[in-house]
């Protein structure tokens, strides 16, 4: 079975603090992406990559940037927290399969609480 | 842009009963569609990912179906158990060519009374 790992569950953060995010994957998967989700605005994609040290904006990068450095492992930066950051963020991966798609394998999420 | 709706917002039905939960979508050039399962406090779970070229896909009491000439997907759930009770969400990726990124509708919550 694949696993998406994220590594924290609940976090709370003050206002201004750089937070990172942390997922890794065990399936050798190419795709990971970084969603979060909020009540009444569903899912919302924030970075995808593709590849190491590739990246491509979502539809809400403003305030966060990513990182990947390893095939396995897909970090999320959040550069200064605001609290309009308060949210579930979800991590998942897939293989890339040129627009086939492979199915999204989703981590537990991390609920980040900016005070 | 591809938009995806799924109605009811929410929908609650006694044990046992079958059930259908519908997703649909404005841009029929898509080649799969992805049905998860989501469970409170928790990631989303992928379901079934019916391919356009096969229009249906079961997994035990789970079936799901898509329509792409009427932009629509109906899941299936027979013999409903409480344990059923989730949000469901469906996905399908965007309509430029060779799109890795998907689209999700907001869910229908599904809850199944013992």
Known sequence: DVKVTQSSRYLVKRTGEKVFLECVQDMDHE??????????????????????KMKEK?????????SREKKERFSLILES?????????????????G????????????????? | KQEVTQI???????????????CSFTDSAIYNLQWFRQDPGKGLTSL?????SQREQTSGRLNASLDKSSGRSTLYIA???????????????LPQGGSEKLVFGKGTKLTVNP
Do not use: K
Request: net charge negative; glycine share 8%.
């Open chain 1, 81 to 97: 927290a605001s609290t309009n950051q308060t949210s579930m963020y979800l991590c998942a991966s897939s293989l890339r399969t």
């Open chain 1, 58 to 66: 979502g539809d809400i990068p403003e305030g966060y940037s990513v």
């Open chain 1, 99 to 115: 627009g086939y798609n492979s199915p999204l394998h989703f981590g537990n999420g991390t609920r980040l609480t900016v005070t």
């Open chain 2, 79 to 93: 013999a409903s158990q409480p344990g059923d009770s989730a949000t469901y969400l469906c996905a399908v990726p």
């Open chain 1, 31 to 52: 795709n990971m992406f970084w969603y979060r989700q909020d009540p009444g605005l569903g899912l919302r994609l924030i970075y995808f990559s593709y590849d190491v």
């Open chain 2, 8 to 22: 009811p917002a929410a929908l609650s039905v006694p044990e046992g009963e079958n059930l259908v939960l519908n």
């Open chain 2, 48 to 52: 079934l990912l019916i391919q356009s």
